[in-house]
C-alpha cells in the first residue's frame, strides 16, 4: 500500500510537472509543432536514463522511493521515456528483433488504436 501511494504522490508531481512544462513551451514557440511534447518526452528520457544508471550503479535507494520517482513522477511525466527505456533494454539484451518488433508495433498499432478510437466516437456521434 505504501510503494501504491508513492508512486500516487510522484504521478500527481509529475502530471503538474508536465501540463506546466508543455504549457511553458507551446506558449513561448507556438503550436505550429509539438515542441511542448517534444521536450516533455525528450527530458523525461533523459531523466528515466539518469535514474536508471543511478539506481543501478550509485545509490540504492529503496525500492520505495525508486517507484515514486521512476514509475510515479516519470510515469506521469512521460510514458515516451519508458516505451524508450524499454527499447533499449531490449537492444542491450542482444534481442534486436525484438526491440524493433516492440518500436514498430507500438507505433504503427499506436497508430491504427487511436485512430479507432476517434473512428469509434465518430460513429457514435453521428
Do not use: D
Not at 501511494?5 to 505550429?32: D, W
Not at 531490449?90 to 504503427?108: D, H, I, K, N, Q
Amino acid at each position: 500500500m505504501n510503494t501504491i501511494l508513492a508512486v500516487a504522490a510522484g504521478g500527481a508531481v509529475g502530471a503538474v510537472a508536465r501540463y506546466l512544462l508543455a504549457a511553458n513551451v507551446t506558449q513561448r514557440f507556438g503550436t505550429g509543432f509539438p515542441y511542448g511534447t517534444l521536450i516533455v518526452n525528450l527530458l523525461g528520457c533523459l531523466i528515466l536514463g539518469i535514474l536508471t544508471e543511478t539506481f543501478a550503479l550509485k545509490f540504492h535507494l529503496p525500492r520505495l522511493y525508486q517507484s515514486m520517482l521512476a514509475t510515479g513522477f516519470i510515469g506521469a511525466f512521460t510514458t515516451f521515456s519508458t516505451f524508450v527505456m524499454e527499447s533499449v533494454l531490449l537492444m542491450e539484451r542482444g534481442a534486436m528483433l525484438m526491440a524493433f518488433l516492440y518500436v514498430g508495433l507500438s507505433v504503427v498499432l499506436g497508430i491504427f488504436a487511436f485512430i479507432g478510437g476517434m473512428a469509434v466516437i465518430r460513429l457514435w456521434a453521428a
